[in-house]
């Protein structure tokens, strides 16, 4: 099976939760890890799944501002915070202008504060609805990974993302047994 993971980090948490579900997948499948910046349309040629996830910003899916935002953040001094490469540039919401795949089963995550989700939002609902607005076929619930207001994951998130890995797989595998 080939998996596509395509991911927007500001601060490290999402890449690290796209690993984890990668890891997942195991290594009997062919599983791309590959940050927004760099996911390019011929990417998506051949896959079985694309996993697509990205932070929460002000209740959503990040935008150009706040990612100057999240930005400015980590350059101020004593912030403790590492911008990832890439972060600056276009997000989730620029990739998928232009993007259709019509049929390709896909799945969305997001990073979020730990918390209720009415009072943090989740990037997850609007990926997933640009998943399918773009042609896409979800197979899971939009699932979200939390982090501490000190910008770390949440004890024994990594290890969730694995296991959810291990569920898409599951899944993917599943449908395509049913439609033969």
């Given at each position: 099976?080939?998996?596509?993971?395509?991911?927007?980090?500001?601060?490290?948490?999402?890449?690290?939760?796209?690993?984890?579900?990668?890891?997942?997948?195991?290594?009997?499948?062919?599983?791309?890890?590959?940050?927004v910046a760099q996911a390019q349309v011929g990417l998506l040629d051949g896959a079985d799944l694309l996993v697509v996830g990205g932070p929460t910003h002000v209740h959503g899916m990040s935008r150009a501002n706040t990612r100057k935002g999240a930005a400015d953040v980590a350059r101020k001094p004593g912030s403790g915070r590492t911008?990832?490469?890439?972060?600056?540039?276009?997000?989730?919401?620029?990739?998928?202008?232009?993007?259709?795949?019509?049929?390709?089963r896909a799945a969305a995550f997001d990073t979020r504060l730990e918390g209720p989700a009415v009072f943090t939002g989740r990037a997850s609902k609007g990926?997933?609805?640009?998943?399918?607005?773009?042609?896409?076929?979800?197979?899971?619930?939009p699932e979200s990974f939390l982090v501490t207001r000190d910008n770390q994951l949440c004890p024994g998130e990594q290890e969730r993302a694995r296991v959810w890995g291990e569920k898409l797989a599951a899944m993917v595998v599943a449908a395509a047994g049913s439609s033969s």
């Open positions: 099976m080939k998996v596509l993971i395509v991911y927007e980090s500001m601060f490290g948490n999402t890449h690290v939760v796209a690993d984890a579900i990668a890891h997942g997948f195991g290594t009997g499948n062919d599983t791309v890890v590959v940050p911008l990832e490469a890439g972060a600056e540039g276009p997000g989730l919401r620029e990739w998928f202008v232009g993007q259709r795949q019509d049929g390709m990926i997933a609805r640009l998943l399918r607005e773009h042609g896409c076929t979800l197979v899971a619930r």
